[in-house]
């Protein structure tokens, strides 16, 4: 009970005991925590006592960054977070299980923590009523499909799966409201067709895959911005411009594009449609002779 509002602390070692305490957090000014690299060096404790401190706390932002932090308790009550932020820890998909008390939170950053479930991540999301921006970079989340429902928070506008262990089925478990949309560095080979309906996507990201091909936007009627840099294509179809008329944005770099007609075509289509082509290597642009 002071007037702190903000307060960050750094490299802190635990010596003594941890010990259980009742905190009454009514009257206090405090609105915003950071912690970075927090040491634990005593095992031998409820987990619960230390985690309920900060679940409980009535603040708006909050980061527990850099810890190996394996927890985190559901707030015992409607909660102010509007911001958590998690980065480097070892949470896994037992985070915020059936968790009611986070209604009012906006931003959710989980990069490079133990997460493997994507159905159990969209569960997790569904009772975030307000959340529109979620990092789940740089975890170890996979999705088989066969058939499985998935449940995101409808309020849920950009998404960052990237540098995960995701292949084509991830398209089967995606928001259905999401606007900004990363799956760079997977192992993504195909976008599959009549699969997600994402009519508000405007930004998808899929560097950094197995792409052979520039995907069709049949699900995808609003998208923008395509990226497509560092896969495996050699000849993109020309049909791609028919099947995303809107597309204004394309990042291609990097490919192994093969010198052909279909490519000088395909060049000649996107400065036709008065698109921005960014990364495309002039080396690969071919010239013909008459005939």
Not at 116 to 131: C, D, I, N, P
Not at 144 to 157: P, R, T
Not at 263 to 277: M, V
Request: aromatic share 10%.
């Amino acid at each position: 009970h002071s007037s702190v509002e903000y307060f960050n602390i750094n490299n802190v070692t635990q010596l003594s005991d941890i010990e259980r305490y009742n905190f009454d957090y009514s009257g206090t000014s405090m609105k915003a925590l950071t912690m970075k690299k927090i040491i634990i060096t005593d095992m031998y404790f409820s987990q619960d006592d230390l985690y309920k401190i900060f679940a409980d706390m009535n603040i708006t932002d909050m980061t527990i960054a850099d810890s190996e932090m394996i927890h985190m308790l559901c707030p015992s009550s409607k909660s102010s977070f509007r911001y958590l932020n998690f980065l480097k820890n070892d949470l896994t998909d037992f985070l915020f299980r059936k968790c009611d008390n986070l209604a009012q939170l906006e931003t959710l950053i989980l990069q490079k923590n133990k997460f493997e479930s994507l159905r159990k991540v969209s569960f997790m999301t569904s009772h975030m009523k307000s959340l529109t921006y979620l990092d789940m970079s740089n975890n170890l989340l996979r999705h088989d499909g066969a058939g499985v429902q998935c449940q995101w928070a409808e309020s849920l506008a950009e998404l960052d799966l990237s540098s995960n262990q995701l292949v084509d089925a991830v398209f089967e478990c995606l928001p259905a409201n999401v606007q900004k949309l990363s799956l760079r560095n997977n192992q993504i080979s195909n976008v599959p067709s009549g699969v997600a309906e994402l009519k508000s996507l405007e930004e998808l990201n899929l560097a950094l895959n197995r792409l052979a091909d520039l995907p069709g936007c049949g699900g995808f009627t609003s998208l923008q911005f395509l990226n497509v840099e560092m896969n495996s294509i050699l000849t993109p179809s020309a049909d791609f411009f028919q099947s995303c008329p809107r597309v204004r944005e394309l990042q291609a770099g990097h490919n192994p594009f093969q010198c052909s007609c279909e490519l000088q075509a395909f060049i000649r289509l996107e400065r036709r449609s008065g698109g921005k082509l960014f990364g495309w290597p002039v080396a690969y642009v071919c010239e013909y002779p008459e005939g």
